[in-house]
């Protein structure tokens, strides 16, 4: 099951690394003109593009990559489960087919840096294979086969080369597969040899306009920056964007197992829950990554059950798992990203629907374009201020989403599944604690900094996670991936 490492984080897959560099914390004010919050896929890749501009600087909470980027299951994909037909009901044809383009653009970016920068990341093409295992979702299936084929791409009909019961599954040979991990190294080493500063371990908690710059402070220093681009995974604020009454917060469940044969492709499910997996392979061993259980934060909390079915679903054996943990995505209501300007020199990118690698990328394009004065023809298609009819349509379900996190956690604190966990007050505070097998007691908070909402206790990665907006803390309270910007630890 998961391992701890020492700040709080959990192993993944692409966390098997050996970094001898040495890690620079913020340590004093600095005054830049181009501050990136956020060292992921996108925050470090907008900072490659931007790496000959003046004045630069990468700031991250954590280190390099220990955000989303390390639990994503590292597809890069345009075939992504019923993603155009989904677009075409919720905007159109047209949109669908942009984002088609957004997607195969985004591939030839990543290929491009990868390739002409010599950056060792494990960087393969294999086939991915997207599949019904429902009968009720071949026809859907067959019209998101049919919008591809439409536009030029070669979509064959071919059976899964697994045991995964499917009724019909389709396959494209022009999609990759990399280590995250190894490749945002490749691009810190790109950067320092730039003169570019990346600060890890080290906070941004709150942004002040002042003028023409924003004052953006850590919790001992400040940066003064002309422009700010801000690549978090979710961010703290709630104006200008809005964004939890835009999306909901999407968990899913992913196992690590050794195998003794690469299978050489990717495969989702075009259903929900997802049934997803792909391999992996290290001067070691062989690796089967298998991911499933996807669902909406508000409805279902039990993540020991949620395991126990990828188990099931996968057919592994204890014996064979390496590691086990969840990754968290937000969900927008027309299936694409928030990309573009926020407001005067401050710019954002969220939203990537469960595909963070080609819209990760996307998004450091669209960005650094736009820092630079640069013309990008994806600007007005991802503005993040827009507002279209799937929002009105999907407020009810965004809006009972929402209430539904925020009062479920409060009315039923103690769930009938946890075994070491009890909620309870005391003082007048709202507290949490787990204890551990040891018999010692972790306690906290019990509220998110964030909006208040009540939290839940992940017991299979000993974590305590905000249903409403995906904020986690370690066992002892310590934030460690926001929004929230602040520890829940109890000093009591």
Known sequence: MPVQTNNGDYM???????????????????????????????????????????????IDANIVGNGVTLNTTAKINYFQERIYTKIISSRDYDIAKKYLESQLDAIDNIKNIIESENIECDFKCVPSYVFANKKSEVEPLKKEVSFLRKNRINVLEKNLPDKIKSYISFCVNDTYIFNPIKYLEGIYKI???????????????KIEKSNDEYICYGTKYKIKAKKVIIATHYPYFLIPLFLPIKTYIEQSY????????????????SNT????????????????????????????????????????IFNLKDSDIVSSYTNVDIMTTDRMPYIGKLKDNMYIACGYNTWGMTNGVLASKIISDLVMGIENK???????????????????????????SFLGTKLNKNKDWYNRVKFYKKNGKNLATYKDKNGFNHTVYNKCP?????????EEEKTWDCPCHSSRFDIDGNCIKGPSNYDISYKG
């Open 191 to 205: 950067l320092k040899d730039n003169n570019i500063q990346v600060y890890e371990n080290s906070k941004i908690i």
């Open 273 to 312: 829950p997802t049934y997803s997996c792909r391999f992996y392979c290290d001067k070691e061993n062989i690796y089967q990554i298998s991911l499933s259980e996807s669902h909406n934060t508000a409805f279902k909390q039990n993540d020991s059950y949620h395991f126990k079915r990828v188990k099931e």
């Open 12 to 58: 993944s897959i692409w966390n098997k690394r050996k970094i001898n560099r040495k890690r620079i914390e913020l340590s004093k004010d600095l005054n830049v003109d181009i501050l990136v919050i956020g060292a992921g896929i996108t925050g470090m890749t907008t900072a490659y593009y931007l790496r000959h501009e003046k004045n630069l600087c990468v």
């Open 378 to 404: 994806y600007t007005k298609l991802f503005n993040p201020m827009r507002f279209n009819l799937s929002n009105i349509t999907s407020m009810p379900y965004i809006l009972f989403s929402q209430t539904k």
């Open 254 to 269: 992913i196992i690590v197992s050794r195998v003794k044969k690469d299978g050489k492709f990717t495969c989702i499910s």
């Open 450 to 458: 964030h909006l208040g909402c009540s939290l839940i206790f992940n």
